[in-house]
């Protein structure tokens, strides 16, 4: 037995079992071969490949670029990046994180720790948080 992806003329895909590619030209010509959704018995072998161009009409496979830990590298390097232009308050995070939300500083990026309890709290009152993808140790811990 072989499948086949079969297209009708109304763009209908659908699979259909047959004994070999014989029985299936055999079975399409004596109209034996219809399409499941609406009947029509002018069908042809779906082209399946992707990327074939204005036949195909089903979306390539989306390949994400690099390996799982290309990926890994790549998201942290671009935190590293990021925590190069903000600055450290440790656990002041939650005031100085409300203390810049409502004006009081006007300084870039902050980062530092919070309790959960902390960042729900934030969180509710509107003030943009995000948690870092990558631990980060705390500078004043390093040494
Ligand atoms: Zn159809």
Sequence with gaps: MIVFDLR?????VFEAWFASTTAYE???ER????CPTC???VVEKA??????????????A???PGSPAEVLRQLASRQAELLRRSRWVGS?????ARA????????GAIHGQASAAEVSELIEDGVPVAPLLFPVAPPDQIN
Excluded: I
């Design 8 to 12: 009708c003329t109304q763009a209908h």
């Design 26 to 28: 055999e079975q399409r």
């Design 31 to 34: 109209g034996l071969v219809s």
């Design 39 to 41: 009947g029509d018995t």
């Design 47 to 60: 082209v399946m490949a992707p990327n074939v161009g204005a036949k195909g009409n089903r979306a390539p």
């Design 62 to 64: 989306v390949v994400p």
């Design 92 to 96: 002041d995070f939650a005031a100085e």
């Design 100 to 107: 810049l939300h409502e004006g009081e500083r006007s300084e």
